[in-house]
């Protein structure tokens, strides 16, 4: 199959880290000795020293590029995969610091990798995303993206929240506890995995439940098709001590009797990947699976 070539460049960085500025100097001016148009996210212009670079704003570069080059950490790619989910543009990470899970292109060696991208010698992964509603007597007050987790949680007071979760209109069960973690794959090696849940292999179309420090211990995370649409209902009994959360990112108050939907986004994300990408390597990195003692 013949790979998609790659034209015009958005160059999107972690806000307030001193090393962006560098990095994306050196890949700017890489990319336009190669003829290529380049845009840079406007929160980042005062980071870079080179002019020939157009300024704009995130939703410009989702209409205009046809690659978008995420540099910092998971957590800066988590937020630009939110904010060009509707764009279709894919996305390649550069890792500042430790070896993330979604940008695994080092630094060091972040020109020779994206070198061989150019040149058609890449991976391409597809992710999907969730999209999250939180209905307040009949009226949608909230809607919300998330490439990780969807989180309903306590945040104000030292008790436990009820929860009842349906899964396509099908009771579930009722939860007393700190929350409930709605994983994606992609999710399942973040919160998830901190508390107690599996992890899920990036390719399957599936969603994980995962409740946090249930008051019931037979309360048990569990994986269901990603399909499914899950509805959660903060139950009559709390009183404004829960909110939901996307990506530990985007923040909503709940009150008693609300209702939080969340399905599987149409579109999904495309992750771009040098071909000695190799997940399992990974998580044996990130996890210390390698490690003897």
Same mark, same amino acid.
């Given at each position: 199959?013949?790979?998609?070539?790659?034209?015009?460049?958005?160059?999107?960085?972690?806000?307030?880290?001193? !090393? /962006?500025?560098?990095?994306?100097?050196?890949?700017?001016?890489?990319?336009?000795?190669?003829?290529? #148009? /380049?845009?840079? %996210?406007?929160?980042?212009?005062?980071?870079?020293? #080179?002019?020939?670079?157009?300024?704009?704003?995130?939703?410009?570069?989702? =209409?205009?590029?046809?690659?978008?080059?995420?540099?910092?950490?998971?957590?800066?790619?988590?937020?630009?995969?939110?904010?060009?989910?509707?764009? @279709? &543009?894919?996305?390649?990470? &550069?890792?500042?610091?430790?070896?993330?899970?979604?940008?695994?292109?080092?630094?060091?060696?972040?020109?020779?990798?994206?070198?061989?991208?150019?040149?058609?010698?890449?991976?391409?992964?597809?992710?999907?995303?969730?999209?999250?509603? &939180?209905?307040?007597?009949?009226?949608?007050?909230?809607?919300?993206?998330?490439?990780? %987790?969807?989180?309903?949680?306590?945040?104000?007071?030292?008790?436990?929240?009820?929860?009842?979760?349906?899964?396509?209109? =099908?009771?579930? @069960?009722?939860?007393?506890?700190?929350?409930?973690?709605?994983?994606?794959?992609?999710? #399942?090696?973040?919160?998830?995995?901190?508390?107690?849940?599996?992890?899920?292999?990036?390719?399957? @179309?599936?969603?994980?439940?995962?409740?946090?420090?249930?008051?019931?211990?037979?309360?048990?995370?569990?994986?269901?098709?990603?399909?499914?649409?899950?509805?959660?209902?903060?139950?009559? !009994?709390?009183?404004?001590?829960?909110? &939901?959360?996307? %990506?530990?990112?985007?923040?909503?108050?709940?009150?008693?009797?609300? !209702?939080?939907?969340?399905?599987?986004?149409?579109?999904?994300?495309?992750?771009?990947?040098?071909?000695?990408?190799?997940?399992?390597?990974?998580? !044996?990195? =990130?996890?210390?699976?390698?490690?003897?003692?």
């Amino acid at each position: 199959m013949t790979q998609q070539t790659f034209n015009t460049i958005g160059l999107i960085g972690k806000q307030n880290d001193p !090393r /962006v500025g560098e990095a994306l100097d050196t890949l700017s001016h890489y990319l336009l000795e190669q003829g290529l #148009s /380049v845009y840079l %996210d406007e929160v980042n212009a005062e980071a870079v020293t #080179s002019s020939a670079l157009e300024i704009c704003t995130r939703h410009e570069i989702g =209409k205009r590029c046809d690659l978008a080059i995420v540099v910092g950490g998971d957590g800066t790619l988590l937020n630009a995969a939110r904010a060009l989910a509707d764009h @279709n &543009v894919p996305l390649a990470g &550069v890792n500042l610091g430790r070896l993330g899970f979604l940008t695994d292109i080092s630094h060091d060696n972040m020109i020779a990798y994206l070198s061989e991208i150019l040149q058609g010698h890449y991976i391409t992964e597809e992710r999907f995303l969730l999209d999250s509603a &939180v209905i307040r007597q009949g009226e949608k007050l909230n809607e919300a993206t998330a490439f990780n %987790d969807v989180v309903v949680h306590k945040w104000n007071v030292a008790r436990m929240i009820e929860l009842e979760t349906y899964i396509n209109g =099908k009771r579930l @069960n009722q939860l007393r506890s700190d929350g409930l973690i709605i994983a994606t794959p992609t999710g #399942s090696t973040a919160y998830a995995l901190s508390a107690g849940g599996p992890i899920i292999d990036p390719v399957l @179309n599936a969603l994980l439940l995962v409740p946090v420090c249930p008051h019931t211990m037979s309360n048990r995370p569990i994986v269901i098709s990603g399909d499914n649409e899950i509805e959660v209902v903060i139950c009559e !009994r709390n009183h404004d001590n829960a909110q &939901v959360t996307c %990506d530990g990112q985007i923040s909503f108050g709940l009150s008693a009797g609300d !209702r939080i939907k969340i399905r599987k986004k149409e579109q999904p994300i495309h992750l771009i990947h040098p071909l000695q990408h190799d997940h399992y390597e990974i998580l !044996r990195a =990130k996890l210390h699976w390698a490690e003897t003692s």
